[in-house]
């Protein structure tokens, strides 16, 4: 067995949590592993006036990560799955996803308690072109800004004035011990999650078996189970954080998964939607059947129209 682990790993304080959560679980299960952890500034972390639509994508926040664990310089590296585009790249795999958080997304705000509160034009702030097509297809009167940074960066934004609202992870501010910042809840239906969303994951090297044995009691397969029905959405969609869509699975009855997703325009105007349900054994079909389903009721035109800009 290996006596030392390297986790590659961003420099934000949530990044951080998240790596210090895999290195104790690591060194309960294995007394004596040794766990380090390499912080790495990536090039989401730096171009902060900018939304990540214009400059690349979510897969900003993970591709430096990525070429350590393939330069060997790193043994795994720790993720929120829903920063993780559809495909690993070529000799890297997710070796392991946790149990999940809490998926939804949080209304956080100083003055108005809930969504159905705020008045008119209000300034509410997210970085996701996911949540503001949802969030203008049931509220048009709102005013939707870019909001980039970490969790903490965002909150002061808010706590400084520039916005009414800002629309964050739930699973984020609760690792972080946040979860006091909650205004409220906004439900799984009314704001469709992130493929992974609440999910943590961890990748690793392909043919490094040894590391992929030792990550094996981390994994948790119910997860896993819906995690490939969202993915295999993800894919089909060509979805990264320029596509305005979500999916959510959920074990359902026996051996079964519930899967719920969207499309949407980025003004929120058209919004294609769709709920099923099937064989855990069928994830990945469940998944990119509710893609082909939802492309050819009008999404499809929507993400060629996208492409164009």
């Known amino acids: 067995m290996k006596n030392k682990i390297t986790i ?24 004596g592993l040794s766990v380090e952890l390499l912080p790495v500034t990536t090039k989401g972390d730096q171009i902060l006036d900018r939304p990540l639509v214009e400059i690349g994508g979510k897969g900003l926040f993970i591709k430096e990560l990525e070429v ?10 720790v ?5 993780m585009t559809a495909k690993c790249p070529d000799g890297l795999t ?6 999940r958080e809490d998926p939804r997304d949080a209304f956080v705000s100083n003055t108005f308690k809930s ?8 300034r509410v702030g997210t970085s996701s072109l996911r949540r503001q097509a949802q969030l203008l297809h049931w509220r048009p009167d709102l005013t939707i800004r870019s909001l980039r940074g970490n969790v903490q960066t965002r909150l002061r934004h808010l706590d400084e004035g520039d916005f009414d609202a800002v629309i964050l992870a739930a699973a984020g501010l609760k690792r972080l011990g946040l979860g006091d ?5 906004i439900s799984t239906e009314d704001s469709i999650p992130a493929a992974g969303q609440g999910v943590m994951a961890v990748e690793a090297r392909s043919d490094d078996r040894e590391t992929l044995d030792l990550l094996s009691f981390l994994h948790d397969e119910k997860v896993a189970s819906c995690i490939r029905a969202e993915r295999s959405f993800l894919a089909r969609v060509g979805g990264d ?8 699975a959920v074990p359902g009855g026996k051996d079964r998964i519930q899967v719920e997703a969207f499309i949407a325009s980025p003004d929120g105007k058209k919004l294609y939607r769709g709920k099923t349900e099937g064989s855990i054994a069928k994830a990945e079909d469940l998944g990119s059947d509710m893609a082909g389903r939802l492309l050819d009721e009008g999404g499809r035109d929507i993400l060629e129209k996208l492409q164009k800009i």
């Open 8 to 31: 590659a790993t961003r420099e934000s304080l949530l990044a951080l949590w998240q790596a210090h959560y895999v290195e104790n679980c690591l060194k309960e299960q294995y007394p």
């Open 94 to 99: 997710i070796a392991a996803v946790t149990k």
């Open 115 to 122: 969504l159905d509160e705020l008045p008119r034009g209000a």
């Open 79 to 83: 993720h929120s799955l829903k920063d």
């Open 241 to 248: 954080c320029k596509v305005p869509a979500g999916i959510y």
């Open 68 to 77: 350590i664990l393939l330069e060997k310089k790193a043994d795994i590296a």
């Open 181 to 185: 910042r909650i205004t409220s809840y």
